[in-house]
């Protein structure tokens, strides 16, 4: 399974914004892109003007890296969203927000997307009572996901349901914080996304 192995904070200061990759250290005085904010490298304080392509790839970077996906899968992503009715850009953030580890992430299980890849990776979860390992596994409305009851005893799942008491769904999922499960219940509409992402500037990347 392949996946990105180098240093998160530079890929946020990559692309000038905090992507919160690593969870609840980054809304901390410890996030390193608070303290170096300039682009990684010895020429990251040049000022460069950007053109209309590099904010577009810049764009497609940033959407890329939030959700923890390589370009391949990415770009298989974006197609499967052109290829359906309705806003291409809407449908594309659906598919990366309907993803099992996103979702797993979003109910409040892990405290970052990468946290959540390895917890399903691992085989922590079941979908609809089946054990799912895949974190790119693609839930649909009326799926239910839970921590397996083989692993709930563990100490990180005991820490998890006491964060759980404070912690708020998105309005597209159902969470029973006291079985440690949750359910799609509709696909997301893009108010339901909170995201600082351009799906436009994606969408117009992927149509030059």
Not at 17 to 43: D, I, N, V
Request: proline letters at 4%; one cysteine or more; glycine letters at 8%.
């Amino acid at each position: 399974m392949a996946r990105y192995t180098g240093s998160v904070c530079r890929l946020c200061r990559r692309e000038g914004a905090k992507l919160f990759l690593k969870g609840t250290r980054c809304y901390t005085k410890k996030c390193s892109f608070e303290r170096r904010p300039t682009p990684p490298g010895q020429h990251g304080v040049r000022r460069r003007k950007m053109g209309e392509f590099g904010i577009q790839l810049r764009e497609k970077q940033k959407m890329r890296r939030v959700y923890g996906v390589l370009e391949r899968q990415f770009r298989n992503y974006y197609r499967e969203a052109e290829s359906t009715t309705g806003v291409t850009g809407e449908a594309l953030l659906q598919r990366l927000e309907t993803r099992l580890d996103n979702v797993v992430f979003r109910l409040g299980f892990a405290s970052s997307r990468a946290q959540a890849r390895q917890l399903v990776a691992h085989g922590h979860f079941a979908v609809n009572g089946t054990a799912t390992n895949v974190p790119s596994y693609s839930m649909k409305p009326g799926d239910r996901v839970e921590v397996r009851e083989s692993r709930r005893s563990r100490e990180a799942f005991k820490v998890v349901k006491e964060t759980l008491r404070s912690h708020t769904a998105p309005e597209w999922l159902s969470l029973d914080a006291a079985q440690l499960a949750g359910s799609v219940s509709t696909l997301p509409r893009r108010d339901q996304m909170p995201l600082d992402l351009s799906e436009q500037l994606v969408v117009e990347y992927y149509s030059r």
